[in-house]
T-cell receptor
Framework: RKEVEQDPGPFNVPEGATVAFNCTYS??????FFWYRQDCRKEPKLLMS???SGNEDGRFTAQLNRASQYISLLIRDSKLSDSATYLC??????????FGTGTLLAVQP | DTAVSQTPKYLVTQMGNDKSIKCEQN?????MYWYKQDSKKFLKIMFS???????INETVPNRFSPKSPDKAHLNLHINSLELGDSAVYFC????????????FGSGTRLTVV
């Protein structure tokens, strides 16, 4: 079982839709969490950190539930430019970023 | 000015060859990493160096040998390349070993034929 699990998708949504991605992690010692975005044939880039209190950055909202070991990302008013793979990432006692396999989002015109 | 730069961007080589990938960062970070992304797009850490010292060495064949001449450079040498080594290799850097602010290079697409 992978340490960080995500639904690989693809999620095909129309422009303007709201879409939610979920992720679970198995290591309760994980300390911090992130969402990265990876465009096709490009490097991963940090989208946002994830906090237990929930945090928002424009159209993006991330949430962490430590009790359930569950992380979410909500994208409102999807744009064509949001099409990418979204990677759920944990960081913990092993001092390394652990990546999920990613969820592919395709926003359709 | 590129923050984390890797060379080459593409590498096609025959089985059995030895090749190197170079990485340099100009962010002043003290920790650098090599990640491998396989055909299923799964990103997995291979090595990490902090101030030229190896701190993470995952279960990687010893044909892979990282070298860090200084904290701004981390190179990866691969001996006796195999078909299964075909992947995209990403270099990354961060300040200290914290989870925040990893900056990735644009990747080296290695194809072994």
């Amino acid at each position: 079982r992978k340490e960080v699990e995500q639904d690989p998708g693809p999620f095909n949504v129309p422009e303007g839709a709201t879409v939610a991605f979920n992720c679970t992690y198995s290591n309760s010692a994980s300390q911090s969490f992130f969402w990265y975005r990876q465009d096709c044939r490009k490097e991963p880039k940090l989208l946002m950190s994830v906090y237990s209190s929930g945090n928002e950055d424009g159209r993006f909202t991330a949430q962490l539930n430590r009790a359930s070991q569950y992380i979410s990302l909500l994208i409102r008013d999807s744009k064509l430019s949001d099409s990418a793979t979204y990677l759920c990432v944990s960081f913990g006692a092993t001092n390394k970023l652990i990546f999920g396999t990613g969820t592919l989002l395709a926003v359709q015109p | 000015d590129t923050a984390v730069s890797q060379t080459p961007k593409y590498l096609v080589t025959q089985m059995g060859n030895d090749k190197s990938i170079k990485c340099e960062q100009n962010l002043g970070h003290d920790t650098m990493y090599w990640y491998k992304q396989d055909s299923k797009k799964f990103l997995k850490i291979m090595f990490s160096y902090n101030n030229k010292e190896l701190i993470i060495n995952e279960t990687v064949p010893n044909r892979f040998s990282p070298k860090s001449p200084d904290k701004a450079h981390l190179n990866l040498h691969i001996n006796s390349l195999e078909l299964g080594d075909s992947a995209v290799y990403f270099c990354a850097s961060s300040q200290m070993t914290g989870g925040n602010g990893y900056t990735f290079g644009s990747g080296t697409r290695l194809t072994v034929v």
